[in-house]
DNA sequence: CGTTGTGTTGATATTAATCAACAAGTGTGG
DNA sequence: CCACACTTGTTGATTAATATCAACACAACG
């Protein structure tokens, strides 16, 4: 592990710097952490940051541990998770590049967090950074935002896992997925798009709240509908957005 | 709609003054909206602060429209829901005493609100709010607060949602239910508790993701088999704390 | 070239939903 | 005051959705 390199961008208003953290290891960036901070302040935060490096599988959060750190993902996709004693899991979300881990935790982390591919982050000592913090109320109010974003997503997957059937939780997923897929122009509903899922069946189970073969099935359904094309198993393509933006809804 | 009056407590520690809002309508205190105020803060807070109050059934909070407000509970208990099309609907969440309803909203509402019971609260409007809180860091420290815990109670919920069965399901929601009744000298785990539930069967199934026919039946066997009792619908009696508490987290 | 992990599909079991009936409590109007 | 409608909660019978158990195809890998 090297050090952090941050990298001060054109100001996007006068008198406001944004804030780009990121290691000279994996190359990657994170843009997202504050974006009205002075220089000075910059530099104090990437001085505490610690790059690190995660293989498939890894677990780099274990649930109920004391909450040390704080965690921002520069590449790849973590899951999150929560257990019971007999190994029932559930995936209360997907993070990747950008996410903040560790916000919501007074004391003990309230989930567990493992990498789906190869996962780059940056660490940050939780005690430390709270004072860094204490002195910038605009990075506390991000936060606030994310947080508060991280709240509405929750709140739209209990709808999900208490309400939905299999066809409209696989039809949420998608859509959710495919907002995330990084658009051309920004077009909020293109005619075919294409989903990436870096995750297997067994984590899209376990995030929907269904079992893998239930997944795999209703998958099957609706690429023999011509809903849904699957070149394979990690890439969707959706042949009808709007069919699946309804189904998600619940107006199928 | 009186006019609201605040209450200036005696100072915890020197120089930091505790915050009461309340009307005089109602005559209900909320002490939990920020902790170290100073008392000429308390009173421009009190000024823009609007005491309400909402009949069982009435909603106050619709989902979609534009986030204009932002709440904090005096008395009773709303839920909170989100809703399909077709009328399928998950309450998120009771608030009760204290709570702050409106956080987590960058614009519209992301669920709407009802009382469940008579609801007492005051109102804010969400801008002149907003403006307050940038010079209050505190302030903005214990909203932050605020939505974290919320969050940890949503992943938590998640875990219920798509992963336990009816049973553990009524369980957890006992035991939760049980941790918000106040407990003398604060007990954690009593012989046997009292439960008020002022919500009908109806939010506990909308809550839980069941339907109330099995939220009956499910209590209906807790009860013959002598883990609680039902005086009546709106009170359950926890006759064996510990092995409920187990049920809830899938030990059983 | 066997082994292992992942995804798919089929047959069956199980849980909870749905449909239905009814009891008890509540409010209304005559 | 009673008759009535209406709501809420409970319980029973049946159905539907998804879980479970099982088999197998396929790719990755030593």
Same mark, same amino acid.
């Given at each position: 592990? &090297?050090?952090?390199?941050?990298?001060?961008?054109?100001?996007?208003?006068?008198?406001? *710097?944004? @804030?780009?953290?990121?290691?000279?290891?994996?190359?990657?960036?994170?843009?997202?952490?504050?974006?009205?901070?002075?220089?000075? %302040?910059? %530099?104090?935060?990437?001085?505490?940051?610690?790059?690190?490096?995660?293989?498939?599988?890894?677990?780099?959060?274990?649930?109920?541990?004391?909450?040390?750190?704080?965690?921002?993902?520069?590449?790849?996709?973590?899951?999150?998770?929560?257990?019971?004693?007999?190994?029932?899991?559930?995936?209360?979300?997907?993070?990747?590049?950008?996410?903040?881990?560790?916000?919501?935790?007074?004391?003990?982390?309230?989930?567990?967090?493992?990498?789906?591919?190869?996962?780059?982050?940056?660490?940050?000592?939780?005690?430390?950074? *709270? &004072?860094?913090?204490?002195?910038?109320?605009?990075?506390?109010?991000?936060?606030?935002? !994310?947080?508060?974003? !991280? @709240?509405?997503?929750?709140?739209?997957?209990?709808?999900?896992?208490?309400?939905?059937?299999?066809?409209?939780?696989?039809?949420?997923?998608?859509?959710?997925?495919?907002?995330?897929?990084?658009? &051309?122009?920004?077009?909020?509903?293109?005619?075919?798009?294409?989903?990436? @899922?870096?995750?297997?069946?067994? %984590?899209?189970? %376990?995030?929907?709240? *269904?079992?893998?073969?239930?997944?795999?099935?209703?998958?099957?359904?609706?690429?023999?509908?011509? *809903?849904?094309?699957?070149?394979?198993?990690?890439?969707?393509?959706?042949?009808?957005?709007?069919?699946?933006?309804?189904?998600?809804?619940?107006?199928?």
């Amino acid at each position: 592990m &090297r050090d952090i390199r941050e990298t001060a961008m054109r100001p996007a208003q006068p008198g406001a *710097m944004r @804030l780009e953290t990121g290691c000279d290891q994996c190359g990657a960036r994170a843009s997202n952490v504050c974006s009205t901070l002075a220089f000075k %302040d910059l %530099d104090r935060l990437a001085r505490i940051a610690e790059p690190m490096i995660f293989a498939p599988g890894q677990s780099f959060i274990r649930e109920s541990s004391p909450a040390e750190h704080f965690f921002n993902i520069t590449s790849g996709t973590a899951r999150l998770f929560k257990m019971l004693a007999d190994g029932r899991q559930q995936i209360t979300g997907f993070a990747g590049e950008g996410h903040f881990l560790g916000l919501a935790v007074p004391t003990a982390y309230a989930y567990g967090a493992e990498a789906v591919d190869t996962v780059r982050l940056c660490r940050y000592p939780r005690q430390r950074l *709270m &004072r860094l913090l204490a002195e910038f109320p605009a990075m506390e109010r991000r936060m606030l935002e !994310e947080v508060s974003n !991280e @709240l509405v997503a929750a709140q739209e997957q209990m709808l999900l896992l208490g309400r939905k059937n299999a066809r409209e939780r696989i039809a949420s997923f998608l859509v959710r997925r495919m907002a995330i897929t990084p658009l &051309r122009h920004g077009v909020a509903l293109p005619r075919i798009a294409m989903v990436r @899922l870096p995750m297997a069946r067994r %984590d899209i189970g %376990d995030y929907l709240g *269904m079992t893998i073969e239930t997944v795999s099935r209703t998958l099957g359904t609706m690429k023999r509908e011509g *809903m849904i094309a699957i070149p394979d198993p990690a890439r969707i393509v959706i042949q009808r957005p709007a069919a699946l933006l309804a189904l998600a809804n619940g107006l199928a």
